[in-house]
């Protein structure tokens, strides 16, 4: 039965798509090292019924010198973004070329050659860019833009990032020359295909639970539906914006969280149709402790600074938002400087975490160099 299910699921989900092209054609100028003549370029979709389920992009003839110089992003009108290219082609230059970015492309952009003219290729990034404002920020946090891989421990797609929202509004395309020496146009504009339909799944099919032992928050969840194919954990501070900390494949499963302060959890799921459904939301407030232990500045360019008042051993962590350690160290010592330019290559949130004794605190730290 559960077969037959899911396959009516896909049916009906497939039997309810419409697909439309909306296309913004005036030209764009990239300016040399800047963000390009029309920033945002903008076109407004309206009419669609249902939610997403499909995003493409169609760039109109791109001519640079240097083209891994330009780096695009799209944003929804409901304030999701996704990087689109981000440093391909390097040392290559293109001449009225005109291509699509999709999930159905049989590859990635090329770090080193152009690709084909007409051709279709995924979402690529191997840099993660600091667009100039109002674009959203860089990921991951509250107000950024989600990446696909290569580069960095995101591997987000039009999918996971538009699948199920509201096509209706007002989309964006940031475009922006991230180096020196050249500059460009895109002749044409720009096209999105959007199909939208279907319709959302049930929220209770993924069962979302927490608990709390001392400094530690246990999110437990689980679901029984099979057509889901991922699954991301996603905190926020406020109960709205919320951003992905870790993913899995696993049906269930149970994630130990040390923080102090008052946070939100949801779990997304990912089906193999594209769409998503998301989890009950849980809050947990976290007992603050009163460890003499300050770290600053929350924001860096360079390096984080631990400074301990009492003098006593203490150890000192770096994680990635996925749970990755990547540098660690003992030290009594009143002022600690931790060189996250010398292991974090990848701009984005980090956490600190601080051990006394048995009392554990957690810092969220920005790298941005």
Known sequence: MKKHYTLFFSLLLSLSVKATIFTNSNAITIVDNDKASTYPSQLTVSGMSGLVSNVQVTIHGLSHVYVSDVSLLLQAPSGEALLLQSFCADGAS???LTYTIADIGATQFSAASIWSNNGTYKPTSYMWDIFPSPAPLTPPGFGSYNAP???GPQTATFASTFNGINPNGTWKLFIGDFASGDAGTISGGWSLNISSGGFPLTMAQIQLSASQK???TYLNWNTQENFYQNFMLEESEDGIHFYTISSTTNFASTTAITDAGARFYRIKGLTVDGNFAYSNIVSIVSKENTMPIEVFPSTTQHAVFVRNTELKDTKIAVYSLTGSALYSLTSSSEMVEIPLHSFVYTPGYYVVRIQQDETTKT???????
């Open 94 to 96: 293109a001449t009225n």
């Open 149 to 151: 891989g290569p580069f």
């Open 214 to 216: 001392n400094q530690e």
């Open 363 to 369: 810092y969220k730290i920005l790298y941005q160099p």
